[in-house]
């Protein structure tokens, strides 16, 4: 089951893996009774193995029938302890497969059995490291690290360690600086002092925004090593500030009858799947509205190209395409997973200091036709929030550690009731019994989030109540996702679900532009 298990992770097919390594776990532990006595494997057959567990594919079958009639396990009868086993191997590498989905919290908790049947193994400690790393929350981080170094020599710990390190002193020195920093960037950019380098490239006028020039420049970014002058981008995200800051925390949406309205969901920077978006579903117009449901930017290698886009479209269509902000769209996120990097190697670090002021300006959630409740995230942990609570929210800043805020941003749903601790690490999920009383108590029908990878691309979770709706196909390009979006007309309040696969995009691979830290991982 475990070599099973390492098949399917070496094709990145990270929920099969995951599978086959729980099944794993699962004989182990249900091998020992409280005696530690190993005799129960004498009663395992194959079929006894299949009644338990799900075979993906035929061979799948055969390789599994193989290794037990070769195997010596099924001949013991003497008692050994389960510290004797390797089930601290599994539980590391089931770990690795919640890291690779993102579900950093549950690969924590796997982490942590792994260390209490073999508090030695030093690759669990590293691999704990990583998940706080990705996480963000480099002094945990730190701490595995030291642990591995204690243990073993290891090179790559030795550099993440280091790093860790760099990070918390710049953590500190920026804090420092923020107590005295009061004006923001956007103010003090002066667009006069900024010279134009290509007069080819497109050339931003905002008295002059129509379809054909959004168009023009979604063509013209789209060539591989072309980009609009930087003093384009500036303006453009200036007018957006201006635009932004203008709109409520919570925007109240109500499509007129000719109107369709498309909810988009993830994008994290797959620029030409965003253009091919554009081409099954045509561009934003007054009548084919856009809603964006937040992290435009990370991972992909091509955020600058998806996040000019957005905001030009904005700009040119403001009261028809709607910009919600993700947990992506934040500073600690940007730094670890490329949209720094990449504004870095597209145009300078100042550039993302004032994408950064626009990203604190982006609505939390929406409100279409008085029914349906939009976020990126889901339902806050506080008791009883009501829609004039999340009105209320200053938006202006970094999402704190928790509150309404960090949850409308972070939260997931689950199939059971009540909050329940995040798989991902971070902040709460919600039971189907929350959202009915959140619908309920603010005479709503449905809620649409993103923030997860669906196979479908869409998912109707919670008896119906509930709708995830991801964008980026084939998510990193690793994970073989379809995308999707969600279409809505008039006063409808259910939507049409369209599915749609990836295409191909230039020869620069996802997180080329994430810190160094992420490699490697």
Same mark, same amino acid.
Request: charged share 25%; proline share 4%.
């Given at each position: 089951?475990?070599?099973?298990?390492?098949?399917?992770?070496?094709?990145?097919?990270?929920?099969?893996?995951?599978?086959?390594?729980?099944?794993?776990?699962?004989?182990?532990?249900? !091998?020992?009774?409280? $005696?530690?006595?190993?005799?129960?494997?004498?009663?395992?057959?194959?079929?006894?193995?299949?009644?338990?567990?799900?075979?993906?594919?035929?061979?799948?079958?055969?390789?599994?029938?193989?290794? +037990?009639?070769?195997?010596?396990?099924?001949?013991?009868?003497? @008692?050994?302890?389960?510290?004797?086993?390797?089930?601290?191997?599994?539980?590391?590498?089931?770990?690795? !497969?919640?890291?690779?989905?993102?579900? &950093?919290?549950?690969?924590?908790?796997?982490?942590?059995?792994?260390?209490? /049947?073999?508090?030695? &193994?030093?690759?669990?400690?590293?691999?704990?490291?990583?998940?706080?790393?990705?996480?963000?929350?480099?002094?945990?981080?730190?701490?595995?690290?030291?642990?591995?170094?204690?243990?073993?020599?290891?090179?790559?710990?030795?550099?993440?360690?280091?790093?860790?390190?760099?990070?918390?002193?710049?953590? =500190?020195?920026?804090?420092?600086?923020?107590?005295?920093? =009061?004006?923001?960037? &956007?103010?003090?950019?002066?667009?006069?002092?900024?010279?134009?380098?290509?007069?080819?490239?497109?050339? +931003?006028?905002?008295?002059?925004?129509?379809?054909?020039?959004?168009?023009?420049?979604?063509? +013209?970014?789209?060539?591989?090593?072309?980009?609009?002058?930087?003093?384009?981008?500036?303006?453009?995200?200036?007018?957006?500030?201006?635009?932004?800051?203008?709109?409520?925390?919570?925007?109240?949406?109500?499509?007129?009858?000719?109107?369709?309205?498309?909810?988009?969901?993830?994008?994290?920077?797959?620029?030409?799947?965003?253009?091919? /978006? #554009? %081409?099954?579903?045509?561009?934003?117009?007054?009548?084919?509205?856009?809603?964006?449901?937040?992290?435009?930017?990370?991972?992909?290698?091509?955020?600058?190209?998806?996040?000019?886009?957005?905001?030009?479209?904005?700009?040119?269509?403001?009261?028809?395409?709607?910009?919600?902000?993700?947990?992506?769209?934040?500073?600690? @996120?940007? %730094?670890?997973?490329?949209?720094?990097?990449?504004?870095?190697?597209?145009?300078?670090?100042? @550039?993302? #200091?004032?994408?950064?002021?626009?990203?604190?300006?982006?609505?939390?959630? &929406?409100?279409?036709?008085?029914?349906?409740?939009?976020?990126?995230?889901?339902?806050?942990?506080?008791?009883?929030?009501?829609?004039?609570?999340?009105? %209320?929210?200053?938006?202006?800043?970094?999402?704190?550690?928790?509150?309404? #805020?960090?949850?409308?941003?972070?939260?997931?749903? $689950?199939?059971?009731?009540?909050?329940?601790?995040?798989?991902?690490?971070?902040?709460? *999920?919600?039971?189907?019994?929350?959202?009915?009383?959140?619908?309920?108590?603010?005479?709503?029908?449905?809620?649409?989030?993103?923030?997860?990878?669906?196979?479908?691309?869409?998912?109707?979770?919670?008896?119906?109540?509930?709708?995830?709706?991801?964008?980026?196909?084939? +998510? !990193?390009?690793?994970?073989?996702? %379809?995308?999707?979006?969600?279409?809505?007309?008039?006063? *409808?309040?259910?939507?049409? !679900?369209?599915?749609?696969?990836?295409?191909?995009?230039? $020869?620069?691979?996802?997180?080329?532009?994430?810190?160094?830290?992420?490699?490697?991982?």
């Amino acid at each position: 089951l475990k070599n099973l298990g390492n098949n399917y992770f070496k094709e990145n097919d990270y929920n099969v893996s995951l599978k086959y390594y729980s099944y794993a776990i699962l004989f182990i532990t249900s !091998c020992f009774d409280e $005696n530690n006595n190993i005799d129960m494997f004498n009663k395992l057959t194959m079929d006894s193995i299949y009644d338990h567990i799900k075979i993906e594919k035929d061979e799948d079958k055969v390789l599994l029938a193989n290794n +037990y009639n070769n195997s010596s396990v099924n001949k013991k009868n003497e @008692m050994i302890s389960i510290n004797e086993t390797d089930i601290h191997i599994y539980y590391t590498n089931r770990a690795f !497969c919640h890291m690779k989905l993102e579900n &950093y919290g549950l690969s924590i908790k796997d982490i942590d059995e792994a260390v209490k /049947i073999n508090p030695y &193994y030093a690759k669990a400690y590293y691999r704990k490291g990583c998940s706080y790393l990705l996480l963000s929350n480099l002094k945990d981080a730190s701490i595995c690290f030291q642990k591995v170094l204690k243990l073993t020599k290891d090179k790559d710990s030795e550099i993440k360690l280091k790093q860790c390190k760099k990070l918390l002193f710049e953590q =500190k020195f920026q804090k420092a600086i923020e107590l005295e920093k =009061k004006i923001p960037y &956007y103010e003090t950019l002066v667009l006069d002092t900024i010279k134009l380098e290509n007069e080819n490239a497109p050339i +931003y006028d905002k008295n002059n925004l129509n379809i054909n020039f959004l168009k023009k420049v979604a063509e +013209y970014i789209s060539v591989p090593n072309q980009k609009l002058n930087k003093k384009c981008v500036c303006a453009i995200v200036l007018d957006i500030i201006k635009l932004l800051k203008e709109l409520p925390t919570l925007v109240y949406l109500n499509l007129r009858p000719e109107e369709t309205l498309t909810v988009c969901g993830d994008l994290h920077g797959q620029f030409y799947d965003l253009l091919n /978006i #554009m %081409k099954i579903n045509n561009y934003p117009s007054e009548n084919n509205s856009y809603l964006f449901n937040g992290d435009f930017v990370d991972r992909g290698s091509f955020s600058v190209e998806v996040i000019i886009f957005l905001y030009l479209a904005k700009l040119t269509f403001p009261n028809n395409v709607h910009l919600t902000r993700g947990n992506h769209e934040t500073n600690d @996120m940007n %730094k670890l997973y490329g949209f720094l990097g990449e504004l870095q190697a597209k145009y300078d670090e100042k @550039m993302h #200091m004032l994408f950064s002021d626009s990203f604190k300006f982006l609505p939390l959630a &929406y409100v279409l036709n008085n029914s349906i409740f939009i976020c990126h995230g889901g339902i806050p942990s506080k008791i009883n929030t009501t829609l004039a609570d999340i009105e %209320k929210i200053d938006r202006n800043t970094e999402p704190p550690d928790e509150g309404i #805020m960090t949850d409308l941003l972070w939260a997931d749903p $689950n199939e059971d009731t009540g909050f329940k601790p995040s798989k991902r690490g971070i902040g709460y *999920s919600f039971g189907v019994d929350i959202t009915e009383k959140f619908l309920k108590a603010n005479n709503l029908s449905n809620i649409i989030r993103s923030h997860e990878v669906r196979d479908n691309g869409y998912a109707i979770e919670q008896n119906g109540l509930l709708y995830t709706v991801f964008s980026a196909p084939n +998510y !990193c390009d690793v994970m073989k996702n %379809k995308g999707a979006f969600l279409k809505f007309k008039g006063n *409808s309040i259910k939507p049409e !679900c369209v599915t749609f696969s990836e295409v191909p995009h230039p $020869n620069i691979p996802s997180l080329k532009y994430a810190h160094n830290l992420y490699q490697n991982i």
